[in-house]
């Protein structure tokens, strides 16, 4: 008789997934780390260009929004991409490349997160 137990298999999660940032204000004070993760992500929005490019991801149809569509935002392309990257650091954004080109979408599950969080119960 073996001592071995078979363990069930987990599905690997998206190494880019987005995660929720915090609770809402009104639930309870936030610990240290999320006051720091929620400031990255209002840090992150803060800057009109980026708040333009969030918005355009999180309005395109299909929930997803390729560069070559969202780059008209009144910078060069590298400065787009910065501002990209800045988003997917503050955990606003994920990213899929497909081909040359990549695909940036907006987590609902953030949206939803940050939607509560000025909310008051």
């Known amino acids: 008789m073996s001592n071995v137990e078979a363990l069930p298999l987990l599905e690997p999660e998206a190494p880019e997934a987005a995660v929720p940032c ?5 639930e309870r004070p936030f610990t240290a780390e999320e006051a720091e993760r929620t400031a990255r992500m209002f840090k992150a929005l803060s800057d009109p260009v980026r708040l333009r490019l969030f918005s355009a991801v999180a309005s395109a149809a299909g929930g997803e ?29 994920t990213s899929q490349r497909r081909g040359t080109w990549v695909y940036y979408r ?9 939607g509560q969080l000025l909310t008051i119960r």
């Open 22 to 26: 915090c609770p809402p204000l009104t």
């Open 65 to 93: 929004a390729c560069v070559c569509d969202i780059s008209d935002v009144g910078v060069s392309q590298p400065t787009v991409s910065h501002h990209l990257k800045k988003l997917k650091e503050a955990g606003l954004l």
């Open 106 to 114: 907006v987590e609902p599950s953030v949206l939803a997160a940050m």
